[in-house]
Each structure stands twice: as C-alpha cells, then as structure tokens.
C-alpha cells in the first residue's frame, strides 16, 4: 500500500469513528495551510484530526500561480524576512518533494542600461540573503540573446533581459501530499465534512459539529480537541464568526484570474514576465502543451468558491501579453481554460490589493482558537512550524522539533530524471513528465490514460467526486483537450464502477465539472471561443 493512502470508500466508517471521538488537535480547513500543520503536528506525535468542508486543495490552494517563489517581489516591499523565509522554504519543497518544485527560469525584460542594473542590484541582494548557489545564480541576456532564445518576445523595444531560477510547483498535489503525510503519521482527515458549530464549555472552544454534505447529513459527527485550529483561508472569517458572532472581519479577498493557451499559440520555454497596464508584473508561463497566463490582483468581496472571471480580467491578461510578443494577437477563441481564487490577505487600511503584505499572522479568538491567514504557499511549511510550537505550548508541551523540512512528502522519494526517463519508454515525454510532476515517483500507477489516474485517485488520493479527479488530481480541468471533454465521460464511469454511482449520479457529475467549465469561459465572447 502507498504511504498515507487515502480511499473514501468507507467515508462513513470515517464519520462514524470520528463521532465523539477527542484529540490533542483539530485543524478546520485542508487546503495547504491546514494540511501542513496537521502534518507536522501528526510527525510530532500529536493526535490530530483534519477536517475539510469541500475537497483537499478545493480553496485557495489550486488556484494559486503555482509557484514556490524565491520571493523577488518581497524584495522590492523592503521586506527581507520574507525573502529569506522564501528562499530558504523553496529550499525545504524541494527536498521533501522534487517532483513538486520544476525549476523554470523567470525572464525580466529590460527596456534600458539601467533598468538592467537595477533588477541585478535586487538579485545580487536577493542571491545572497536567500543562499543561492552559484550555479543558480541570475545571468543577464542581450537583445541578441533574447531573440535566440524567447523568440517570440517582441524584442524591439529591450535593450535585453534578465535571467534567474525559479520554481514551479502543483498546488493542489502538494496540499494533497502533505494530507496523507500526516495519515500515514496517524491523522484522521475528512473531506466534505464541514464544519457547522464550535462547541464551547466554560468560555473555551472544546470541539465541533460536522456536516456531511455528501450525503446531506447535518450534525453527523462531533469531536472534541484541546486546541483547534482555524486554517480556512477566505473562510477565516466565517469559521471565527461561528466562534464569536461579534468577530470583526479581518481579512480582504483579493480575486486572481489565470488564462490557458495552446503552448503553440504562445511559444515560450521560459516564465516571461510582462508589464500591465497598472504597473504590476504579469506573466506566461510554459506548461506542457499549454503555457498559461496570470495573474490579476483585485479585491473582491466573496468568498465564492468559484470566483466570476469578468470581462476586464480577460482583456487586462490578454492586452498585456499582446504588447509583449510579436505572436499573431491573442484572442478570446485561444483561451482553452481559465481559473480563478481569492488570496486571503489580512486586510491593511489604505493599501491596494498588490501592496497588501504576504506575510501569515496568526490570532487567538476569544474560545482560544488559534486563526491562521495571509501566507504564501511558498512558506507553507515554515507557517505550519510556529503553529504546532504553539500548539505543543497550549497543551502542555515543551515544542519539540519539526521533522518536516526533511521527511520527503508521498510521492517525493525519487529521482525526477530516472522516473520520467523510464516512463518515457512507452509514452510520449510531455505525457511521462506531466505523470511525474502530479504523481512523482507513484507515476507509474497512475500511468495508462484518464482510467487509470481516476482508479489512483479514488483508491490512494482519497477523491469522492469527479470534479475531485478532473481539477485536483489530474489537473485535466485546465490542462487538457478542450477541458478534457472527451476524458470526462470515461473518468466518471471508472468513478461509478468504484463508487457504485448509479447512470444518474454519474451523468450529473459530469454535468457539474462541465458546468464548471462554462462559468469560468462565460465572459468569453461565445462566437468566437473555443470551448
Ligand atoms: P485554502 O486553500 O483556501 O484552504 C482553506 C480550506 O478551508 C478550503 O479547502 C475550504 O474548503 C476549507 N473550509 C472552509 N470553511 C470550512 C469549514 N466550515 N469547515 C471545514 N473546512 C472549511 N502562493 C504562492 O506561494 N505562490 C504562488 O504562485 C501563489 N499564487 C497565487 C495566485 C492566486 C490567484 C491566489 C489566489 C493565491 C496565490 N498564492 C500563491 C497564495 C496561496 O495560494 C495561498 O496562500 C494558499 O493556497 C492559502 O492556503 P490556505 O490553506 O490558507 O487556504
């Protein structure tokens, strides 16, 4: 059996061991934050239950730009802490799970001498305080160079480029990596279990009410904890409104959107950075046969699960990248996929969506649940530590070490080159590589189409719907043919077969994922996408 396999197919098994069950902790929310710390908590011999209220990685974390940032941004806000949590975290991914940490090389453009000068000052800087090697050190490219190398870039107005190694990684697989990382130490999780009430004794939180809206059940489970954890990302809020109804809001939601284009239509091989028309930094990003496009950064004040890309969202990402490649103008009919996902930021009076801090802050609410929100993906790991040091102080403990940064994750005791090498044998290397950076080295188990990645992602990754496979597991949602319209029908009933799902259920899942689908291309001028 794989290491932390999750299958659901006893789901009720689960909510009937949970119910009055009690642990050392609980954390609410399994997006990358939550099932973080409920992996370090777990290595360090902590009882911990993990409950989310959709799917894994449903949230925030599949939605982000999928990238485990050095932290060149944070440089430019003055904030050196942050860069060098950065980049010492993007160190740590990359150890536990190298499958999951793609090095790509961003590219800045210049347009003169000193705008050359000045990205090599921030580097230098940058280099130095994150401890990057010399190999991996930034390189400055000419006009020349860039045509040469990017030469789709529009070059005419650059004096050149520069150069430097980043990381991208699969969001929703990493949080899932992290999820049966701590089932295999132990943790109890749940998904579609969310949670509906605090229990408090005496002024304190002592447990929670569980929904299953799986299957409709209201109060299906309650289980009592000694410290709780609100790790709800856009649902902080929410969650600390059911600990405290007085609970002010602390966090603003700030919308990101992403397109995908055929890698034909925007041939890169690198990670382009483009100004847009506000000043921010955008960018393409090289994935496969796909290159995709992000990133937009405006409030919003839902906390919807599914974001509404608008018309301004498209047209900002597209003009910006039709001023910086001299590729026939892209259009509404080239985009094959969108995505979008609110960051929860911890909300900072007077500032813009863009200048609002990165930095994770933790609260403590008046039942003494520890709220935890703002971070990055990136430091994930790091954010998970200080919340089990506080959790080791609350219930008792001297905080003893974290064995996270490293313990490689499920799926990252591997050499990336072999793994894809072998694959590569009997299969088309795109095919192989994409196999690996979702599965690392359990690729070869979900190697054999859409039918074999669904029988992996049912019975090891713990999926319950299809919309679980087509968007967290596989990545087919935005990464495939016409949003995997062909490999939909054949996913959902490989699902029924597994999960006993009658023609009806089956056709109605399919139906969501394509609906899906159509909201998020809805903005789209319909004569003439391409969906
Ligand atoms: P979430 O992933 O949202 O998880 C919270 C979970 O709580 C959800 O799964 C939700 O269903 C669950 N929940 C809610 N209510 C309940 C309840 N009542 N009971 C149980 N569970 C509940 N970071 C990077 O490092 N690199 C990037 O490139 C990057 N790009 C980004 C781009 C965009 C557009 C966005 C939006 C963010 C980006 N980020 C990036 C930030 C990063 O994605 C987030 O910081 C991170 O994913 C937040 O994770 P989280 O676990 O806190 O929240």
New binding site residues.
Partial sequence: MQAGALDFRNRSGVLDALDGASFDLLV???????AGIARDAAMRGLSVAL????DF?????S???????GGLRYMAQGDLGLVQEAASERKAVEAIAPHLTRMTPFVIPAKNAAAIAKLRTGLWAFEKLGGVPKGRQHEVWSRKDVETREPAIDASDLTGAVAYPEYLTE?AKLTLANVRAAVAYGATVVSYA??SEILVENGKAVGVVLDDTLNGETARARITARVIVN?????VD??RGLEDGAAKPRLMLSK?VHLVVDQARLPVSRTIIMGARDKRSVFAVPKGRFTYIG?TDTFYPEDHTWPVIDRDDIDYLLEATNKRFSIAPLGDADIVAAWS????LVGQEGKSASEISRKDEVWTGPAGILAI?G????AYRRMAERVVDTVEELIGRKPTASLTATTPLPGGDLDVEAVTSTLSATMPKLEAERLVALYGSEAPLAAGGPEAETRHAVTVEGALKLEDVWVRRSNRAWFDDKGSKAALPVMGAEMATLLNWSPDRTASEIKACLDIRADSLSALNTTTAST
């Fill in positions: 609410i929310g399994g997006g990358v934050t939550g409950v989310e209220a959709r990685a449903a949230g925030t974390s939605r982000s730009s999928k990238m485990i940032h969001d969310p949670v790790a709800a990302g856009p649902w929410r969650l990101g990133t996902g609110v960051r929860p929100a971070g990055k993906l990136t």
